[in-house]
């Protein structure tokens, strides 16, 4: 992510150009929707903080943001430890500050918006559907079947076929995972808000579209990197 945050910088293009952004600004009670078109400095003296505080904690959002493609080559010559390690730190972590984060906004714009935009109603029980398998999933890949891949590795497990199952079990999670984001892209149009959305609701859309690219991603390594490795 190339982008200079200065005092100048407008509170809505932050938020346009890095959605995630725009959990620094509810933390600091600070308008990126209706009122977004001041720059930092503004915003920093109106929510009585400290613009160097503020910008601090912009750039840790801009550090985190994705630096370009993944090199999944070098995924398929790391070791088992080594990936399940990744996806905890990377995908699941990740996945669970996200879907807390994003509730609120989903919550808010199906209750404003949704009573004449009807699909919003929908956004609202598909996030919600997903989110609920999405952290179940990720409990149970960390709590019973990584230790179960880490010794089939090692070739320790008392029972193959068991844990074997287990991964395939995994993989239909996947696969209903995927299905929720598609009914999402459909309800939503590819994500594409319409011309009169506020800016909540066209926040939503970006960040779920973003969502379905980090899904797709976790799903790719452990689909096609990791649990064949045990066919």
């Not at 100048?8 to 509810?26: A, C, H, Q, Y």
């Not at 601090?56 to 370009?68: A, I, M, P, R, W």
């Not at 598909?126 to 990720?138: T, V």
Request: proline share 4%; charged share 30%.
């Amino acid at each position: 992510m190339n982008m200079t945050l200065t005092e100048n910088t407008l509170v809505k293009d932050i938020v346009n150009e890095l959605p995630k952004s725009s959990d620094v600004f509810k933390r600091n009670r600070i308008d990126f929707c209706c009122g977004g078109n001041i720059p930092l400095t503004e915003a920093a003296a109106l929510a009585d903080i400290s613009l160097e505080s503020l910008i601090n904690e912009l750039n840790e959002v801009v550090e985190k943001s994705d630096s370009g493609e993944i090199d999944w080559k070098f995924w398929m010559e790391k070791d088992s430890e080594a990936i399940i390690d990744h996806v905890i730190s990377q995908y699941h972590n990740p996945l669970r500050e996200e879907l807390a984060n994003l509730s609120p906004y989903v919550t808010k714009v199906s209750r404003v918006h949704g009573g004449h935009r009807p699909e919003l109603l929908k956004v609202y029980e598909l996030f919600y559907e997903f989110k609920k398998e999405m952290l179940d999933h990720a409990e149970k890949e960390e709590a019973i079947v990584f230790p179960l891949i880490k010794m089939l590795d090692a070739n320790t497990v008392e029972n193959r076929e068991e844990a074997l199952n287990a991964i395939k079990e995994l993989e239909k999670e996947h696969d209903h995972a995927g299905s929720l984001l598609k009914e999402l892209r459909i309800i939503t149009s590819d994500f594409i808000p319409p011309a009169e959305a506020c800016g909540t609701y066209r926040l939503v859309y970006k960040r779920l579209e973003m969502l379905e690219g980090e899904t797709f991603n976790h799903v790719h390594l452990e689909n096609n990197i990791l649990f064949p490795r045990f066919n």
